[in-house]
Nanobody, 119 residues
Framework: VQLQAYGGGLVQPGGSLRLSCAAS????????MGWYRQAPGKQRELVAS???????TYADSAKGRFTISRDNAKNTVYLQMNSLKPEDTAVYYC??????????????WGQGTQVTVSS
């Protein structure tokens, strides 16, 4: 399963960005989709995740500012990021976990997209 992420870039503090990530391949079902980020010198951390039924989880740093959503028909997950802060600067990675058509589980990562928040 391949994941392709879009939407990173440079934004001023207080601005907004929307990330998208589309999964493709022999997908039977995607149970969980999520966004992680990794800043220079830091470990990769969960930003938000969403289950197929729509229930979501957010890191404390993302609550109230970020919104995760998904389109199951398109195997796509989105991350709307508002009120961005310089500390949100990182490479953002999408992740998907599920089952392929041969009934094997998968855990796939996208290539990462850079988000830079700076004036």
């Amino acid at each position: 399963v391949q994941l392709q992420a879009y939407g990173g870039g440079l934004v001023q503090p207080g601005g907004s960005l929307r990330l998208s990530c589309a999964a493709s391949g022999n997908i039977f079902s995607i149970n969980n989709m999520g966004w992680y980020r990794q800043a220079p010198g830091k470990q990769r951390e969960l930003v938000a995740s969403i289950r197929k039924v729509g229930t979501s989880t957010y890191a404390d740093s993302a609550k109230g500012r970020f919104t995760i959503s998904r389109d199951n028909a398109k195997n796509t997950v989105y991350l709307q990021m508002n009120s961005l802060k310089p500390e949100d600067t990182a490479v953002y990675y999408c992740n998907a976990k599920g089952i392929v058509t041969t009934w094997r589980a998968f855990n796939s990562w996208g290539q990462g997209t850079q988000v830079t928040v700076s004036s």
